[in-house]
């Protein structure tokens, strides 16, 4: 490609992603929205009373109507309830509650260190799937990667003489791209979950999800983003950017100290103590983690149903045991400095789940989404897509609105009420719809603008190239965003087909009780 075709390839991505951004920056705050939201409901309803809409409820076959929230009742139920829809909000405690944990282990530099650990010992020969793997791994600690790792990636590159600028793809791939995979649950999946089963019951009140309903697939599918991931860096990106010709020099690699080998372990020992524990309580047919009424199943154990507390138990503990040893921890007020500060990042969440919850409730009191997924059923039916497909479809729209929507938890609250209904009346789980979102919201994380990021990976990439920009890093991550999209849609068609469970006590398909 010449120099001209180069330019003119530039101008058109800049001309676009200005166009996306302008468009991104109008819109505004997500609390904003779902507040506007909320009121369109409330008008919605008031208008389709009007009318002589209604549909027949699937499974009890009673005739459905709209609920009008302009009425006596609805504005008592919505003055009544407004305090209960927040503090009962699905997502909202389990979030909390982990990130307590997590806070732990990163004010700690617990989970900073087993990164770098994870990086610094692996050989050049397989260095870049290392930092894939290492990025797609920090998920469980939200920006850790961002703010660690895609950094530090760099400059292991540099020090390896390969192009800096590829280092940080690689990691940025990873920690991005890869958000929904991983080998551990992290923060994502039970607010995934909460959000979902908010949603579920909108056809069976007594639906319940499992905060690892998505594990297996996810999984299994860390090691092929990984791999996808290590065959665009060496294949694509690195010969591409071709030698590294900058001012920076590359840095001595150091290896951890004193203090924070006798942390780790500290934390380790903490981690096996934890583990027995485990093992004697859910490997006994009475064992102290079963559960009572269903002692044969291990997916109803107090380990399998109660994942959010031993997310937070786990960080905690072997948190507080590298603090310990590391020094990073001289007293309980360092501890709860680390859980404070994990909730000083939650504080906008808490501000927009205010709003997101009476969104929902508003949603289900007044049938529109029941409503809505039944007549959207009755039109999928008519088309006659299969579920790859259809799954397929809705992977790709909701890569589409990531676009223009950064955050994960925002879009599924406003997409789950409407598709997760919708889907379990054409035989789709709510745990597999999860999934598909999960996909579509990963892919194109990497060369989003709207990514909360975003701006962040540009600063890091000017370090090396100062003329980057915007264009440069999609430009530079598009070729991941492909990749994944592709590896993902197949693996999951392949699951389909094969008809694999997708998590712990989760099924592929749905059947009314």
């Keep these: 490609m010449n120099d001209i075709q180069q330019k003119q390839k530039s101008s058109f991505i800049d001309r676009f992603l200005s166009f996306v951004e302008k468009v991104g920056n109008a819109l505004p705050h997500p609390a904003t929205l779902f507040a506007g939201f909320a009121f369109g409901v409330v008008i919605l309803s008031w208008v389709f009373a009007q009318t002589d809409l209604s549909v027949t409820h699937p499974g009890t076959g009673e005739t459905i109507t709209v609920v009008n929230l302009i009425s006596q009742d609805g504005i008592y139920l919505m003055l009544t309830k407004l305090v209960k829809n927040f503090t009962d909000f699905a997502p909202l405690g389990v979030v909390l509650v982990a990130m307590l944990g997590i806070g732990i282990a990163e004010g700690s530099g617990l989970i900073g260190t087993l990164i770098r650990i994870l990086v610094l010992k692996s050989p050049k020969s397989i260095i870049t799937f290392v930092v894939v793997f290492a990025g797609v791994l920090s998920n469980t600690a939200s920006e850790v990667g961002y703010v660690l790792l895609v950094p530090l990636s760099a400059v292991i590159f540099l020090a390896f003489g390969k192009h800096p600028i590829a280092g940080l793809a690689a990691a940025f791939a990873g920690v991005s791209g890869g958000y929904s995979a991983n080998l551990l649950l992290g923060t994502i999946d039970p607010l995934l979950q909460g959000i979902s089963q908010e949603a579920a019951q909108i056809i069976d009140t007594s639906y319940s999800i499992n905060a690892a309903c998505n594990y297996y697939f996810m999984f299994v599918s860390t090691f092929f983003i990984g791999i996808a991931g290590t065959i665009v860096t060496e294949k694509i990106v690195i010969p591409r950017l071709g030698e590294y010709k900058g001012d920076i020099e590359a840095e001595e690699m150091h290896s951890l100290t004193p203090e924070e080998r006798r942390g780790l372990i500290y934390a380790g020992i903490a981690a096996l103590i934890l583990t027995v524990v485990i093992i004697a309580g859910i490997l006994p047919e009475n064992g102290f983690l079963r559960s009572v009424e269903h002692p044969d199943n291990i997916f109803k154990s107090a380990l399998m149903k109660g994942i959010v507390s031993w997310i937070f138990i786990i960080a905690a503990i072997c ?120 996909i579509g919201d990963s892919v194109t994380n990497i060369i989003s603008p709207m990514m909360s990021y975003f701006a962040l990976i540009v600063a890091f990439i000017q370090r090396y190239d100062k003329n980057a920009g915007i264009g440069t890093v999609i430009a530079t991550m598009l070729p991941y965003s492909i990749a994944f999209l592709i590896v993902w849609v197949v693996l999951m068609a392949v699951w389909l087909i094969l008809d694999l469970p997708i998590g712990p006590d989760s099924p592929l398909h749905y059947l009314p009780n």
Excluded: H
């Design 319 to 438: 948190g507080i045991a590298y603090g310990k040893g590391a020094g990073t921890f001289k007293n309980d007020a360092d501890i709860m400095k680390g859980m404070g500060k994990s909730m000083e990042t939650m504080s906008s969440y808490i501000v927009l789940v205010f709003f997101a919850a009476q969104f929902v409730a508003y949603f289900k009191w007044t049938n529109l989404g029941l409503i809505c997924a039944v007549k959207g059923a009755q039109f999928l039916e008519t088309i006659g897509l299969d579920k790859i497909p259809l799954l397929i479809c809705f992977i790709f729209l909701a890569a589409l609105i990531n676009l223009v929507m950064g955050s994960a938890s925002a879009k599924w609250t406003l997409m789950a009420p409407v598709f997760i209904p919708m889907f379990m009346l054409v035989g789709i789980s709510p745990e597999l719809t999860q999934v598909a979102y999960r």
